[in-house]
């Protein structure tokens, strides 16, 4: 089994920034993705940021300029820097991880196998 563990959320003015961290622990993988998603209240849970094991990175257009992700592979721990954020940014964040990208789409959900707790994001205007 994979454990996930998010840490960094919290409470911030518009504009400030955040950065989230997941460290990963357990069951090893050769390579894996590893992806950030991210569910406000009333709303599906939607994609945010992925990462490759070649750092080759993902972004969804509504936090690209802003919101950078970046990983340790000696560690297992995937970063989102946040920047300059905004309200609609208010969310719970999840980090996954996917142990067959070969097989799969970093911005699809259902391709992750593992999933932290989450982290609560809140950005007040």
């Known amino acids: 089994q994979v454990q996930l563990v998010e840490s960094g959320g919290g409470l911030v003015q518009a504009g400030g920034s955040l950065r989230l961290s997941c460290a990963a622990s357990?069951?090893?993988?050769?390579?894996?993705?590893m992806g950030w998603f991210r569910q406000a209240p009333g709303k599906e849970r939607e994609f945010v940021a992925a990462?490759?094991?070649?750092?080759?990175?993902y972004y969804a257009d509504s936090v690209k300029g802003r919101l950078t992700i970046s990983r340790d592979n000696a560690e297992n721990t995937v970063y989102l820097q946040m920047n300059s954020l905004k309200p609609e940014d208010t969310a719970v964040y999840y980090c996954?991880?996917?142990?067959?990208?070969?097989?799969?789409?970093?911005?699809?959900?259902?391709?992750?196998?593992?999933w932290g707790q989450g982290t609560q994001v809140t950005v007040s205007s």
């Open positions: 996954a991880l996917d142990p067959r990208p070969a097989y799969s789409f970093p911005f699809r959900s259902t391709d992750y196998d593992y």
């Open positions: 357990g069951r090893t993988f050769s390579t894996y993705t």
């Open positions: 990462i490759t094991w070649s750092r080759g990175k």
